[in-house]
């Protein structure tokens, strides 16, 4: 057997016996993550959902703004979550502005890891001048913030080419940005496996074979960085939609036509004091739960995938 396929073996063997049986064993796991999937499926199918089309603007009635929740009084029982200054449904308006913002962190965190990957690869399998350059690259990257570098683009963005250009291509340039400012995360993780996997015998054996560079990176070493890979991308996905949401709370993320979670949240943080408490109270909890179960995910995949932190019952 050869040292390839032994490695794979004993990965194969390891998700097998550890990973099921340690989500079926952690309580917190199996909440978080049915909690996941039904915030994700209800955004998934907020079309078929929804009340109304929380973005067509015919539907609204300035008659209906601010109407409480149905429990409270005064309610509407045809707007379960009450309705926001624009006569919104908050039901409706939430379930296509989770749907927003899952999108925004998934296509983000997959440029993340796209750029992050490809040149954590280069770096650690050419090693030499490239390497230091990259490395340099990502530690200045690393020395800026996510929201500092997002905040410049999309303000710099929106001064050139007018709010109305900008809002039509608003998510876009969300996931560029937010995608673009964290592929260090990803980089140094590959390269520091790539380092530990590429003088190991099963790649000197492919290199005698013939293979190039870049199977021998995709192909044999990458495989092996797939774990940390995975937990990085849990937690990124957590911080890509806090970071959309942070974005358009500040009034540089999603249009108000289009609104995501953070933008529900900014809308109604004038009235919070008011009265209107639902406006931002209610996107505010679904955003801090979606968050809370994606990381307890992370954390426990983490620990899982990680022989020297997993300890069985859990």
């Keep these: 057997m050869s040292a390839q396929t032994s490695t794979t073996a004993r990965r194969s063997s390891f998700w097998q016996s550890n990973f099921v049986y340690s989500f079926r064993k952690s309580p917190v796991a199996i909440v978080s993550m049915i909690v996941f999937a039904l915030i994700a499926l209800a955004a998934l199918f907020a079309p078929w959902i929804a009340p109304v089309d929380p973005y067509d603007q015919a539907l609204f009635d300035i008659m209906d703004s601010e109407l409480p929740p149905v429990w409270q009084t005064y309610g509407d029982p045809r707007f379960l979550f009450g309705t926001d200054p624009q006569g ?179 809308s109604g943080f004038d009235y919070i004091f008011s009265g209107s408490w639902w406006i931002t109270t209610i996107p505010g909890v679904v955003l801090v739960v979606l968050v809370l179960v994606i990381n307890l995910l992370g954390d426990w995949m983490r620990d899982v995938l990680n022989p020297r932190l997993y300890k069985g019952d859990k």
């Design 88 to 266: 919104r449904d908050m039901l409706s308006a939430i379930l296509y502005g989770t749907r927003l913002s899952l999108l925004i962190g998934v296509c983000a965190v997959a440029v993340q890891a796209f750029l992050g990957i490809s040149i954590g690869l280069i770096a650690g399998y050419i090693g030499g001048r490239l390497d230091s350059l990259l490395m340099r690259m990502a530690d200045i990257q690393l020395s800026f913030s996510t929201l500092m570098v997002a905040i410049i683009f999309l303000a710099v963005s929106q001064a050139i080419f007018g709010s109305d250009t900008f809002n039509k291509y608003a998510i876009f340039m969300l996931i560029v940005v937010i995608g673009v400012a964290e592929w260090p995360q990803y980089a140094r993780t590959v390269r520091a496996c790539v380092l530990a996997e590429k003088k190991k015998e099963y790649v000197d054996s492919a290199r005698v074979l013939g293979f190039g560079p870049l199977r021998i990176m995709v192909r044999h070493i990458l495989p092996n960085a797939l774990s940390p890979i995975f937990v990085i991308s849990t937690v990124q996905v957590a911080n890509a939609i806090i970071s959309e949401a942070s974005l358009s709370f500040l009034g540089l993320g999603m249009p108000p036509s289009q609104p995501s979670l953070g933008l529900l949240i900014s």
